[in-house]
């Protein structure tokens, strides 16, 4: 497990060090933009997206049985970062009319299917235990009465 470890660490220094030596091929003005973008995605989720979620996590968890949360909290996980990829892509940045191939698909419709298919499964996993049982469960009146003494 030890070893295991250090070389997962010493991989991680690797990867973050070269990473470092990227950066400082560029300018100073690209690195003061870049550690502002860092900043300002710290401050938004810690102030913003984090307390979002908190409230719509517990308000959800006073509606919903409590089978239900893991299912939920993974599908609403789920959709977060399917909305998360999709947003650069959304307002089509750098189609040109005279460039067809750059961008060309239908976006929100993509990520409406993507997001239906994520809570069509969550759905699914749900009722399964309820459809399994019904299945499984065996008809009483063609068993066989126990013979009356």
Do not use: E, K
């Amino acid at each position: 497990m030890t070893a295991t470890r250090v070389v997962i660490g010493a991989s991680g220094l690797g990867v973050g060090g070269y990473g470092a030596l990227l950066l400082w091929d560029n300018p100073p003005t690209v690195l003061m933009q870049i550690a502002l973008w860092a900043g300002v995605a710290v401050v938004a989720h810690d102030f913003v997206f984090a307390p979002v979620c908190t409230a719509l996590g517990l308000g959800v968890r006073r509606v919903l049985p409590r089978r239900w949360w893991g299912t939920v909290g993974i599908a609403a996980l789920c959709s977060v970062t399917l909305v998360l990829v999709a947003i650069p892509v959304f307002d089509r940045p750098g189609a040109r009319p005279d460039n067809q191939t750059v961008l060309d698909r239908n976006y929100p419709m993509g990520l409406g299917v993507s997001l239906a298919v994520v809570w069509a499964c969550a759905a699914i996993f749900l009722a399964a235990p309820h459809v399994v049982s019904r299945v499984r469960r065996p008809q009483t009146d063609s068993l066989p009465h126990p013979a009356q003494d």
